[in-house]
């Protein structure tokens, strides 16, 4: 994943922790990198609820390493 790529995931979750809901998801929505695609999906489902807390990636069943 590129730096602006990176960048667009950073902003996606500062947006969402601050409960800026749309703008986190209009972000999310157009990042294609399918390799993201699992982090994409968690954050939509926080911010789907509304959720402002920090949350932990789990990726096939483990904490994820970043």
């Known amino acids: 994943m590129n730096s602006s790529k990176d960048y667009?995931?950073?902003?996606?979750e500062l947006l969402r922790e601050s409960g800026r809901f749309d703008e986190a998801?209009?972000?999310?929505?157009?990042?294609?990198?399918?390799?993201?695609r699992w982090v994409v999906?968690?954050?939509i489902q926080h911010i789907d609820k509304h959720d402002?807390?920090?949350?932990?990636?789990?990726?096939?069943?483990?904490?994820?390493?970043?």
Do not use: R
Request: charged letters at 30%; glycine letters at 6%.
């Open 52 to 66: 402002t807390l920090p949350f932990l990636l789990i990726h096939d069943g483990e904490k994820a390493k970043i």
């Open 8 to 12: 667009n995931l950073f902003h996606a």
């Open 25 to 36: 998801k209009g972000i999310l929505m157009q990042h294609d990198n399918e390799d993201d």
């Open 41 to 43: 999906e968690s954050m």
